[in-house]
């Protein structure tokens, strides 16, 4: 039972490359091994935490960082040596089933990102495959000495966190750029309904429409409630605005509490996308549906009911004889003033992302 050289030499690149991604995502790597099976020449491998779990169950954002971090091994290849190893591309390649189970992508498409974390890191990277290669040798002799399949470990956890320490961690930032992205982005929406509420007739806010259809007042108290239940459902710690009654509520009450909500909405976005210490960790949208692990579906169905009221809001408007002024319904368009309006001078996407 005798390990390969050349194998070896192939491999450190490759698994030099998972785990500085993994160390830039914060995912925990217990140790690079070379495993033995019966009387194979063996490989090294990377021990690399597995996603928290089933493919179906995780946020976008954490099926993407897996993905990357799949597509990492290939990415480390062409940083030391120009090219990457055709067998990488094999149906049977380990990698290669991560993606696949992960996302409809090729995982030639994560790779460029993978790429640039490694270039990003050169110098880790170059003492994680130096380091690797000087402990080969002692792996080696106590491989044949043993002459028994197993795990023989080349560098344990803390030996890669002393040597990693340095690899700039991009999850954090990631998680940061998103939070601020998402606050920004729910204050811009409500922004909007308060520009419809501001210029609508008075006469509008409580006219029956035809049918079993909801008031305009209704719809707004409806808007602020349910935001109110989405906080006290996923943000227990949060302070939960008092609810607005349909019946009795004006159009300066209305705007006063979905002020308030916005405000502890935006809270909540912040906490689930800009890394909240974990105590927001599940959206629950109401209490008989499943939670949702945080990510961008959360921000994306908060805004799609948001969204689906304001039209059914400039429809009854129509519909009632009270029509919003054109400047109006193309001003929830301006998005760049909409963001000025909101405190974010540069406009969106310039705030929120380092450019």
């Not at 390649?93 to 790779?111: E, G, Q």
Request: charge should be positive; charged fraction near 20%.
């Amino acid at each position: 039972m005798k390990p390969s050289d050349e194998v070896f030499e192939l491999a450190v690149p490759h698994e030099a490359g998972h785990v500085l991604v993994a160390y830039s995502f914060r995912v925990t790597v217990q140790q690079i091994a070379y495993r033995i099976r019966s009387e194979s020449s063996g490989r090294i491998i990377s021990v690399i935490a597995a996603p928290s779990c089933a493919p179906h169950e995780l946020a976008e954002q954490e099926r993407q960082t897996h993905c990357v971090i799949a597509a990492a091994g290939m990415a480390g290849e062409l940083v030391a040596t120009g090219r990457y190893d055709p067998a990488n591309l094999s149906a049977k390649n380990p990698d290669k089933k991560m993606v696949s189970m992960l996302s409809h992508a090729s995982i030639t498409d994560f790779v460029p990102a993978a790429q640039e974390i490694i270039e990003k890191n050169r110098k880790a990277f170059d003492l994680l495959c130096s380091t690797m290669r000087e402990r080969y040798p002692e792996i080696r002799e106590q491989i044949v000495a043993s002459g028994q399949p197993g795990r023989y470990p080349l560098l344990d956890k803390e030996e890669l966190d002393e040597i990693l320490s340095a690899v700039t961690t991009r999850q954090h930032k990631v998680h940061t750029q998103l939070g601020r992205a998402a606050v920004q982005i729910f204050a811009a929406n409500d922004r909007m309904n308060q520009i419809l509420i501001e210029h609508l007739d008075p006469t509008a806010w409580r006219a029956k429409p035809p049918g079993k259809a909801r008031t305009i007042a209704a719809i707004f108290t409806h808007m602020h409630n349910v935001r109110c239940k989405w906080v006290r459902l996923t943000a227990p710690h949060l302070k939960v605005p008092p609810q607005l009654h349909r019946a009795h509520c004006t159009p300066q009450q209305a705007r006063a509490g979905l002020a308030e909500s916005a405000a502890r909405c935006g809270e909540m976005l912040a906490e689930a996308l800009g890394g909240g210490g974990g105590r927001v960790e599940k959206f629950r949208r109401d209490g008989w549906a499943r939670p949702w692990p945080v990510g961008l579906e959360m921000l994306c169905y908060m805004l799609s009911h948001e969204a689906h009221h304001r039209g059914q809001v400039c429809m009854l408007a129509h519909q009632l004889g009270f029509p919003l002024p054109n400047e109006v319904a193309y001003g929830l368009w301006n998005w760049e003033k909409l963001w000025k309006e909101c405190g974010s001078s540069g406009g969106p996407g310039y705030d929120s992302f380092s450019r």
